[in-house]
């Protein structure tokens, strides 16, 4: 390869920077899956290790500060996914991974806590068939903990409109998510006891994801709190597949929400189509009674022949009794039609659509009352921070700068750095001097040192 003169020539130091800085710039955020070798924690406190596969390995530095956030201690041999950013580290021009938070191995920690609590709680009986509490088949009252925004609680209300079958739901929304998620469902959950003692029982309503999106129901907290409920609670999380603490304490467990909402809600329509079935069988059977008296009287009739004048006052009795059966049995259809109609009556006043205009008031209203509160606490903070803003301005070193004083810092000639001057002896002729102002900065050569006289 040939050179020409106007190829730049690097020093050892500008193009280990400039190497440096095409890392640290591709490369801001990764994630490097390895495993652990050759670990180091000295005096500092700072973690130093190789992370390794078959085909090639790379150090990584794990700093004090950092490492304090991480679930376990480090140690050789294990597999993890270390996120975090490459750098070169110049005295060396070596590549490293700076190490943000450590995962060891995704799930895998998940699962151990997830069969440890569940050993745990299966030995305290809290997963016995002895303790769950029997539903009822014909629900009133049914409360529903779940967010509002997900696509599960939208499956269970669908099939509660077309099944129109008229139970009251409430839905309280909580997060179904995330590290306080436990904690609000556990909440949610006394206050259903609490404020809705007459609910047939209360649903755990939440869709599919990974073990780590399903922690909340994983949780000793949540387990506890489903133990010591007095409603019965239906665990209705993920899909199929899924299972979660949450489904071992419930009183009922649900594959899907789509599931529960099947298992739980009667089809008002087949409960009409029984109603009538079992009226037209017992009409059916009655007449089908009467006529198969009055054949047997008929038979009876001919063969006692000439003596039936003998009969006369007993088959006089006889059709009283029949008119009176047949009166009765007709004013019984007519109170059982009359149950039917206020059935019906009651079915109309209860549809879906008036509690729907229901509860879409009681929505605007939460929804107007948590706009207001949430206007008060950003004002209060919005003013919070324009006190500290303004104490910030009172100290902060720029505002010095604005009044007309400056900041000057001598130059090293070899490696660049800055140290910040106090005294003019620090200085000889011909340094370079760095003076920043309160916007912008400039450089200078020293020409001249006037030494300060007591």
């Known amino acids: 390869m040939n050179f020409t003169t106007n190829d730049p020539v690097y020093t050892v130091g500008s193009l280990t920077r400039e190497l440096k800085n095409l890392v640290e710039n591709k490369y801001r955020f990764i994630k490097v899956q390895g495993e652990i070798s050759s670990l180091k924690v000295p005096f500092s406190g700072h973690s130093y290790f190789t992370l390794k596969d078959e085909s090639a390995q790379l150090k990584a530095v794990l700093f004090k500060g950092s490492a304090r956030y991480i679930e376990q201690d480090l140690s050789d041999g294990q ?10 580290y110049e005295p060396r021009g070596d590549y490293q991974l700076i190490v943000d938070s450590v995962d060891f191995q995704g799930a895998g920690l998940l699962q151990q806590r997830f069969e440890k609590l569940k050993n745990k709680l299966a030995q305290e009986g809290l997963f016995s068939a002895e303790r769950k509490k029997e539903l009822t088949k014909f629900p009133k009252e049914i409360v ?17 409109r077309n099944r129109a079958y008229p139970a009251n739901i409430t839905i309280l929304p909580v997060r179904v998510q995330g590290n306080e998620a436990a904690q609000e469902i556990s909440n949610a959950l006394m206050t259903v006891n609490r404020l809705y003692p007459d609910t047939d029982f209360v649903v755990l309503c939440r869709g599919g994801g990974s073990l780590e999106d399903l922690w909340a129901f994983n949780e000793e907290i949540l387990a506890r709190a489903i133990a010591r ?6 665990s209705a999380i993920g899909h199929e597949v899924d299972f979660t603490i949450a489904d071992f304490c419930a009183d009922f467990r649900a594959a899907t929400p789509t599931a529960a909402a099947e298992a739980l809600i009667p089809d008002l329509s087949i409960l009409k189509e029984k109603v009538k079935r079992f009226k037209n069988s017992l009409s059916g059977s009655i007449h089908g009674l009467i006529e198969d008296n009055q054949y047997r009287i008929n038979q009876n009739r001919r063969l006692l022949g000439d003596l039936d004048f003998l009969f006369t006052n007993v088959s006089l009795r006889l059709d009283h009794a029949t008119d009176k059966l047949q009166n009765v049995i007709s004013k019984r259809l007519e109170h059982e039609q009359i149950r039917s109609d206020a059935l019906a009556a009651k079915l109309q006043n209860n549809s879906p659509q008036s509690r729907l205009i229901l509860q879409g008031q009681r929505l605007t209203f939460i929804t107007e009352k948590l706009h207001l509160h949430l206007k008060r606490s950003l004002d209060e903070w919005d003013a919070r921070l324009g006190r500290q803003a303004a104490l910030l301005d009172a100290v902060s070193p720029l505002a010095t700068l604005a009044r007309g004083y400056s900041i000057s810092s001598r130059i090293d000639p070899v490696s660049e750095k800055r140290s910040v001057l106090h005294r003019s002896n620090e200085l000889k002729r011909g340094d370079q001097v760095e003076v920043r102002l309160h916007q912008g900065k400039f450089e200078c050569e020293v020409s001249k040192v006037l030494l300060h006289r007591k």
């Open 79 to 88: 597999k993890v996914v270390c996120h975090g950013r490459l750098s070169i």
């Open 144 to 160: 529903i903990l779940t967010s509002p925004s997900g696509a599960a609680i939208h499956d269970f209300l669908k099939i509660w």
């Open 229 to 234: 409920s007095n409603v019965p609670v239906v």
